[in-house]
């Protein structure tokens, strides 16, 4: 669905670019699963990442997170990097597939207990995740297992591939809360219930507070621990770890971070992700802009 309120060339951009996305998903989605996914991969690693100049974000953020990498490993995750996140993509895009093998994942970790005490006690939990690995396998994984699993989303910038994410997504289990007033009143509405809640965090937010993340200072948004305080919630780190053979996932729930206050529990969550990402770099999305508006031009 196109946006009359954008300028015609950024619409014509937008369209372009839904089309060839669209082009690759057909093409993968034709293909037995085991296939589609390392060759999404591929093309995002040398198709997309080329031309959409993520190699250059990935890039200038590993000099400014970690400059004292080695060239060959700043090379490696050149690749490594747009790699996973094609296949997190068509994974997504894929349905049952995905879900019933993200469903068979296992599940551990010391936030384990946590959420299943959580559970018999009808408490609330935040899952506070990030872009790392594939973010849904978790949320597939434990709607398996029968938790009651919603998820907070952030509306695309580009209308045309928006639609069809937030389809794609949607399929994988329910509800969906987009970021907004009406998304924000079912989202409470959830917490309130005992429900289980899903949230991305590692994104730069405009006039949020800058945390440390490697070292440096990064934009980071403290309502995920408000939310917890507020209604009580457990708030654990929650990670969906991409396998050797590239198709599978470990999920690992950390150690539920206690309530303090919101920086302090957001400095938490940022060093809980930070740690993960010094483990595997290569599954975090490092094309992101996680340092802008910190003076960093990225």
């Known amino acids: 669905m196109s946006d009359p309120k954008l300028p015609l060339p950024q619409r014509l951009r937008y369209g372009a670019t839904n ?19 390392p060759l999404m991969g591929w ?37 490594t990097v747009p790699d996973n996140a094609g296949r997190t993509l068509i994974e997504i895009y894929s349905g049952a597939d995905f879900t019933a093998r993200a ?9 384990l207990a946590a959420l299943e005490h959580a559970r018999a006690q009808g408490r609330p939990v935040i899952l506070v995740t990030a872009h790392f ?3 849904d396998a978790a949320r597939a994984a434990l709607i398996a297992r029968g938790h009651d699993m919603g998820a907070l989303y952030r509306r695309m910038r580009n209308p045309y591939f928006n639609a069809h994410y937030v389809r794609s997504i949607g399929a994988i289990g329910q509800p969906m809360f987009e970021q907004g007033r009406a998304g924000m009143v079912q989202m409470v509405r959830h917490l309130k219930g005992g429900g289980v809640l899903g949230v991305l965090t590692d994104l730069s937010v405009s006039n949020a507070p800058a945390l440390p993340f ?33 198709l599978d996932f470990s999920i690992r729930l950390e ?44």
């Open 103 to 111: 469903s068979r994942s296992p599940i551990g970790g010391p936030g």
């Open 133 to 135: 690995g594939n973010y």
């Open 214 to 246: 490697f070292g440096q200072p990064a934009r980071t948004s403290l309502a995920t621990a408000e939310l917890a305080i507020r209604y009580d919630a457990v708030l654990i780190p929650t990670f969906s770890i991409r396998q050797e053979n590239g």
């Open 43 to 79: 093309l995002a690693s040398r198709v997309i990442a080329p031309l959409a100049g993520w190699r250059r974000r990935i890039r200038d953020n590993l000099a400014h997170a970690l400059p004292d990498l080695p060239g060959p490993d700043v090379a490696r995750l050149l690749r």
């Open 255 to 298: 150690a539920p971070i206690p309530h303090t206050d919101p920086d302090t529990m957001t400095r938490a969550v940022n060093a809980s992700l930070e740690s993960l990402v010094r483990q595997h770099p290569d599954q975090w999305f490092w094309i992101h802009r996680r340092w802008k508006g910190t003076g960093q031009q990225i």
């Open 19 to 37: 089309l060839a996305l669209r082009a690759m998903f057909g093409l993968a989605l034709a293909l037995p699963y085991r296939w589609r996914v």
